[in-house]
């Protein structure tokens, strides 16, 4: 993989909106990106929203010029069009899309995405995702009931709305090789998957699908800093996500974890320990969100401190 100089990640969705908490300086509010893009009103109509899922525009600053990667596009077409439009996001430039697995809250608003993509230019625009993606699935609520969960747009949707679709559970190197795409993650910590998970069979049958193997991760390395991983959910769980990333770029140091860790329901018993194993790693800076939860994400800030912990939040920009 090739060197960066420096990777802007502009946050499109997420769970949260936090427009007034300071920042540290590496990252801007999403008050100073809407006022940087005209905002002179404070107005709910102006201001971005926040849903359960997750979409990170990915501008990484080359020798070559400025390179682009959307991973995610999270749930709701009319959030991800309405935010991209406050924060002045240019989807036109986008080089690439990732799909980091198969979950509606990743997946539903795609077809919008690549609309906004290739609208102005009449282009394809590759999109990479593991061939498990595209399954039913369904989680089994506390309760003991099935909440099923919907369908991620068809290969042939995506493609009629301007993909072109590169099924994959192997590494990749896209984009000019700027960006790492990893293969299936390998399973080798404490971690448990997602115990209350469901993939549906042929048979139209519920079985337990606790791996959900599709799942995949993007790196970068920024010159100067480090790897830096970006994750959506961590269903492989974020230390095997942590040790698979450090075998594959064994010599570089792991700079930036950005993402969902997935230590919300079922997995909150595994935050302490979580944390203990993370702190091998020496991150510099880590931004949880989406399904990290307010709890580990409390602690996350007491053990690392304000330094290196920022939540992340729709509508700011990471300067990494």
């Given at each position: 993989m090739k060197?960066?100089?420096?990777?802007?990640?502009?946050?499109?969705?997420?769970?949260?909106?936090?427009?007034?908490?300071?920042?540290?300086?590496?990252?801007?509010?999403e008050l100073k990106v809407l006022m940087d893009n005209g905002l002179e009103l404070g107005s709910g109509e102006l201001l971005c929203s926040a849903h359960h899922g997750l979409s990170l525009h990915l501008e990484?600053?080359?020798?070559?010029?400025?390179?682009?990667?959307?991973?995610?596009?999270?749930p709701d077409a009319k959030g991800l069009e309405r935010n991209a439009n406050h924060m002045g996001v240019d989807m036109s430039k986008v080089d690439a899309v990732v799909l980091s697995h198969g979950h509606f809250d990743h997946a539903?608003?795609?077809?919008?995405?690549?609309?906004?993509?290739?609208?102005?230019?009449?282009?394809?625009?590759?999109?990479?995702?593991?061939?498990?993606?595209?399954?039913k699935r369904a989680a089994r609520?506390?309760?003991?009931?099935?909440?099923?969960?919907?369908?991620?747009?068809?290969?042939?949707?995506?493609?009629?709305?301007?993909?072109s679709v590169k099924t994959s559970s192997k590494e990749e190197h896209i984009v000019n090789e700027y960006f790492y795409v990893s293969g299936e993650i390998p399973r080798v910590s404490f971690e448990n998957g997602l115990p209350n998970h469901y993939q549906q069979t042929k048979e139209k049958e519920w079985v337990e699908d606790p791996d959900v193997i599709d799942e995949r991760f993007i790196a970068v390395d920024v010159e100067g800093k480090g790897i830096a991983i970006?994750?959506?959910?961590?269903?492989?769980?974020?230390?095997?996500?942590?040790?698979?990333?450090?075998?594959?770029?064994?010599?570089?140091?792991?700079?930036?974890?950005?993402?969902?860790?997935?230590?919300?329901?079922p997995n909150e018993n595994l935050i302490d320990e979580t944390i203990e194993e993370l702190k091998k790693f020496?991150?510099?800076?880590?931004?949880?969100?989406?399904?990290?939860?307010?709890?580990?994400?409390?602690?996350?800030?007491?053990?690392?401190?304000?330094?290196?912990?920022?939540?992340?939040?729709?509508?700011?920009?990471?300067?990494?």
């Open positions: 060197k960066i100089k420096n990777l802007t990640v502009s946050v499109l969705i997420d769970n949260t909106s936090d427009m007034f908490s300071s920042r540290p300086n590496h990252v801007d509010s990484a600053e080359t020798i070559v010029g400025n390179k682009v990667v959307l991973f995610d596009a999270g539903e608003a795609l077809p919008k995405a690549l609309e906004m993509i290739t609208k102005e230019k009449e282009r394809k625009v590759p999109l990479y995702v593991h061939p498990n993606a595209f399954v609520l506390p309760d003991g009931n099935m909440l099923a969960y919907a369908n991620v747009p068809s290969i042939n949707t995506l493609e009629e709305n301007g993909a970006f994750t959506g959910c961590s269903h492989a769980g974020v230390v095997n996500v942590c040790k698979h990333a450090a075998e594959v770029f064994k010599g570089r140091p792991l700079y930036a974890l950005v993402g969902g860790l997935h230590l919300v329901f020496n991150f510099k800076i880590i931004i949880p969100g989406h399904c990290t939860g307010w709890r580990a994400i409390n602690k996350f800030i007491n053990e690392f401190g304000e330094s290196v912990v920022d939540p992340l939040a729709v509508g700011t920009k990471q300067h990494l």
